[in-house]
């Protein structure tokens, strides 16, 4: 590992308890939702990680405590280093800071974040859907979101299903 990388990673588990972890040469600090903000500012201003190159979620359902990570990608390009922080999140009410203020393309990520998982980010200008229509219920990539779907078609339900598609000729 990078020295320059080393040592943000050590400041940060020092001065906010993150737990570090590493696998396939990447490396991943595990930080409470209370610390996200200011780890993220350390990590730009101190140790220029200038980029962040991503933000998602995943869902631990059925697991709840925590049920989510938020995940955010940081990319420093003056180090050409990588960096992952996760966040767990509680199943119930689920929310943690926003991180807008610090990296402004955060903005829409969140936003998607919410959309798809609904996970609210305090202090951020804009929560609204920015993928579903405004009227949607629901977070879609939540593990226990209802699925729906049509049946598909085989040989030995053939006779159950209607196969007329306003595409077919006759």
Known sequence: M?????????AIVERFSAEQSASRQQITLKLQPQNIVSACRTLRDEFDFEVLAGETAVD???QMAPRFHVIYLLLSLKQHARLTLRVPVEGSNPSLPSIEGVYPNANWHEREIWDMFGINFEGHPDMRRILMPNDWEGHPLRKDYPLGYEEVQYSFNFDEIDVRKPYAKG
């Open 2 to 10: 990078d020295n320059t990388l080393q040592a943000a990673c050590d």
């Open 60 to 62: 631990y359902w059925p």
